[in-house]
């Protein structure tokens, strides 16, 4: 079992920073690749990025390449999201979740656990 706690959204203007923070508790968060989704009323949820288990890959969705970095740190059980030159089109509710490293996790259905998620505004 694993509980995810995201925090760091927040309101800020275009071309702004964030960094999203998401907490995992649990012994076997190492064991876990990590995602990364958001979403906006009545759409779906969205792939932004995800990390392997020991963090030597990471992948993202094309909108956000060259802006956003994941990483995270196994002792601490913890995964960021650092968000650069935001855009107001980045505006979502930001998810984290946790996928059984055995798994493909390329697409939400395999993730098994979630975080309640954290609000990003980008204002124009």
């Known amino acids: 079992q694993v509980q995810l706690v995201e925090s760091g959204g927040g309101l800020v203007q275009a071309g702004g920073s964030l960094r999203l923070s998401c907490a995992a508790s649990g012994r076997t968060f190492s064991r876990y690749a990590m995602g990364w989704f958001r979403q906006t009323p009545g759409k779906e949820r969205e792939f932004v990025a995800r990390?392997?288990?020991?963090?030597?890959?990471?992948y993202y969705t094309d909108s956000v390449k060259g802006r956003f970095t994941i990483s995270r740190d196994n002792a601490k059980n913890t995964v960021l999201l650092q968000m650069n030159s935001l855009k107001p089109e980045d505006t979502a509710v930001y998810y984290c979740?946790?996928?059984?490293?055995?798994?493909?996790?390329?697409?939400?259905?395999?993730?098994?656990?979630w975080g309640q998620g954290t609000q990003v505004t980008v204002s124009s």
């Open positions: 990390i392997r288990w020991n963090g030597r890959r990471t």
């Open positions: 979740a946790a996928c059984d490293a055995g798994r493909s996790c390329d697409s939400p259905d395999e993730y098994a656990y």
